[in-house]
């Protein structure tokens, strides 16, 4: 879905803000002999989370801002799906601006492992002046397993967030999906086949802004501030629509009147969860279980709102 002016000017006041923080963590928080390094990783949920270079005159070398951005939002609860964008602010002490570097390999490994081929990757100067913007994938060279992934037959058989090596090498993995797309994947060899419609970040994009009044569960407490309020069932119904995978439902509490909450688990087993945002940190969940559309279509009022936002977002497409 092509992009309109307003999201990209929203897009690039999010790159302003975290190319900011990003600017402030390597001042107060790098801890490096070599080059001035920080990171901010971007959830879809509006979290930031940075990261500084911390090197050590070990063997082992520190870890890289990549790493600490990323994993500082994994300890918290995050994983591959909810990453939208890393960005970055890079001083080598050697060129002392050099914006251009991408991420190292090990680093690049990380994020395959761990987010998804399309999380965008940022890269500023030291006046923070975005130099460039591309997806992880267009960073990736051919083989990218053999070359992200020297040690992988160590791996067999333990899968992580969106990479699952389980077949030895040269035998051919069934589709299925990393990340947001769909796939099929030559364990040494070339892993895209073709695009699905939407990314998740675009199928994310054109929801939010089909949510509506009208098609919320809670129309006397939606709000513009709150817009995801009582859409999780139908969104979750719309997100299985493109990218299949099952329909989760648990119990929620502490919550005034709300019993339940909606949310998709694709078929690479990564958690999409749009609607999630709606709750304050006080909202607690409980008795996962997977529901089928047919029973959530069962209910005539909310197959009516379904019809609704689904409408809306062939609209906004």
Request: charged share 25%.
């Amino acid at each position: 879905m092509p992009s309109k002016s307003v999201d990209r000017k929203e897009e690039l006041e999010q790159i302003k803000e975290e190319v900011e923080i990003a600017l402030r963590t390597r001042e107060t928080s790098t801890r490096t002999f070599r080059s001035g390094v920080a990171y901010v990783a971007r959830t879809y949920d509006g979290n930031t989370f940075p990261g500084a270079n911390i090197e050590t005159y070990g063997q082992d070398g520190g870890i890289h801002a990549e790493r600490a951005a990323v994993y500082g939002a994994l300890m918290r609860g995050y994983n591959g799906t909810d990453f939208k964008r890393l960005t970055g602010i890079f001083i080598d002490a050697g060129t002392k601006n050099s914006p251009i570097t991408p991420p190292c390999m090990s680093c690049m490994g990380m994020l395959l492992e761990f987010a998804h081929p399309y999380i965008s990757i940022v890269k500023a100067n030291s006046d923070g002046e975005v130099a460039y913007e591309v997806q992880l994938k267009d960073l990736l060279t051919i083989d990218p397993l053999m070359k992200v992934f020297p040690t992988i037959e160590t791996r067999l058989g333990k899968p992580r967030s969106n990479m699952k090596a389980k077949l030895p090498l040269n035998q051919e993995l069934e589709g299925y999906y990393i990340g947001d797309k769909p796939f099929r994947l030559l364990a040494n060899d070339v892993y895209h086949v073709e695009k699905g419609r939407y990314s998740i970040s675009h199928l994310y994009d054109t929801v939010s802004k089909a949510w509506s009044a009208e098609s919320s569960a809670d129309a006397a407490r939606w709000s513009a501030e709150n817009p995801a309020w009582g859409q999780c069932a139908i969104t979750a119904l719309i997100v299985n629509d493109h990218f299949g995978g099952k329909i989760l439902r648990v119990e929620v509490k502490n919550v005034e009147n709300v019993r339940s909450h909606y949310y998709n688990q694709l078929p690479d087993y990564g958690v999409v969860d749009f609607t999630k945002q709606q709750f304050d940190s006080t909202a607690k969940f409980e008795n996962e279980q997977e529901r089928t559309r047919e029973y959530i279509l069962s209910y005539p009022e909310t197959k009516k709102r379904y019809e609704i936002l689904s409408g809306a977002v062939e609209k906004e497409h």
